[in-house]
């Protein structure tokens, strides 16, 4: 066990930059708890995962604007997804920048949509910078202040290991589910 902790604290920084490039929520939660532990340290953890998260979307913003055609063959099949980003784009305004950084599912979407506008380049990488800097203090410091809490619920997992399944898969199920019911075809009358 003191093994793999010495692993993380080698290897963590490296591997929470990798996760937050692509969204990191998870990644930040462990780096958190770690780090109430003593095996990592807070503030670097912070902002390793607000670097890679603000550059992740910077670089979706920038290969959907341009990049278009080779970013459209790899999102046909979630043109209803990529729909229900326009939409809440419309509806929140640039509030979406924020929103996105804390729903996993249209965390990678929302910036391809943005991108694929014609919404200013400087505007966004200002809320984004904004946004990811708010996204990494709220989940990493909040996963500091919880680590005992999250450590006890771990412990109870690794006692009762088949917890874990079922709550990734309601997880998952309530997260299918909304994607399903927001991007279904609405029949005119």
Do not use: C
């Not at 093994?3 to 080698?10: C, E, G, H, P, Y």
């Amino acid at each position: 066990m003191e093994d793999t902790f010495s692993s993380l604290a080698t290897y963590g920084y490296i591997g929470l930059f990798l996760y937050s490039f692509g969204g990191g929520f998870i990644a930040l939660l462990g780096a958190g708890v770690l780090s109430y532990m003593g095996k990592m340290d807070i503030t670097t953890s912070i902002a390793v995962a607000f670097t890679a998260n603000a550059m992740g979307d910077m670089m979706l913003f920038y290969m959907a604007r341009y990049q278009k055609t080779m970013m459209m063959e790899g999102l046909r099949k979630h043109r209803r997804k990529l729909a229900l980003s326009h939409i809440m784009m419309k509806k929140y305004g640039s509030w979406i920048i924020l929103i996105q950084k804390f729903i996993y599912g249209i965390k990678t979407l929302i910036p391809i949509a943005i991108g694929l506008t014609k919404y200013d380049f400087k505007k966004f990488a200002i809320l984004n910078l904004f946004s990811a800097a708010i996204w990494a203090l709220v989940v990493g410091l909040g996963s500091y202040y919880s680590g005992k809490p999250l450590m006890q619920l771990a412990g109870l997992i690794g006692d009762k290991p088949w917890i874990a399944p079922i709550i990734l898969l309601v997880m998952g199920a309530s997260l299918w589910f909304y994607l399903e019911q927001a991007t279904k075809k609405k029949v005119r009358k």
